[in-house]
């Protein structure tokens, strides 16, 4: 047997699921039961008969469904898989945002510790962050982290004055205005496809901006095979792709016939690089995940206190999305 055989024979014999984010490495995504952007891998794990769930993504996309399924066991078959957005904002650095804003509501956006999340009064992914926000009392201040890229979106967005904290996502702020221009210059038929971690100077030249799941569902719905949303609504052949390059694994799967064009990332003023992936989401691979499975290791924990404070903003996002 391969390993991909002994993967999912140890899925079986465990009852166990594997679930992937667009951003892992291709294999992972194949061997996967179920692949999405943040939301979808949340509500898929509220909703699991597994006893078992591997979480094929990063630290706090395990976490979050350890909080959602406190019965299961929650695996993650690279601990060390962090992330730089999550990392930007302490819970510590939250309680005195929080203390010095004491009217103020606190919007999170899922990429953050279990420990921020308990201090959060509601959680956002980026495919439902705009829907939330709009049903929230026009005159409550808010405060929103950690990342101000899509914060500002939303205040743009919506019109609303959110305070905004200082985070990022290190991957998304490599992208560059000038290497986009000289993508859209060589393709200019493409549309741009763009995530609203990028900052606000790629995201003016965005034709859709979206999450990974509602980025790949534009393709899947504007491609030729598909019947066009409306009549005015041309297909495209060719997307300019400005994000994490793992979700253009599935995009090509989706849509065989249509060209996607990842975008580099500028290291500084004079380096090019194909640096667009996220080095944490790519720890996760083939061996790592059999061993995982094989020895039920690592286990996510999350202490009970955070985890019973954590569950609420989830949930308030979960039925609000
Ligand atoms: P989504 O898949 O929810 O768009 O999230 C992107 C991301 O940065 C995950 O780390
Ligand atoms: Fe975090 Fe950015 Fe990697 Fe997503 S792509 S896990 S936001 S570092």
Redesign the pocket.
Known sequence: MNIVEQIRQLCQEKNAIIMA???QRPEIQDVADFVG???ALAQVAAKTNADIIVMCG?HFMAETAKILCPNKKVLIPAPEAG?S?ADSCKATDLAAWKAAHPDHMVVSYV?TSAAVKALTDVVV???NALKIVKQLPEDKPILFGPDQNLGGYINRMTGRKMDLWNGG?HVHARFSEEGLLALKEQYPNAKVLA?P?CKASILQHADVIG???ALLNYAISHSSSERPISNSEASHSQYIVVTESGILHEMQKACPEVEFIAVPAVMDDLTICQCNECEYMRMNTLEKLYDCLRKESDEIIVNNKVAQDAIKPIQRMLEMS
Do not use: A, G, I, R
């Open positions: 984010h667009y951003y952007d943040s939301l990063v992330c957005l990429n992914t980026s495919s996502c995530h971690e999450s990974t799941q």
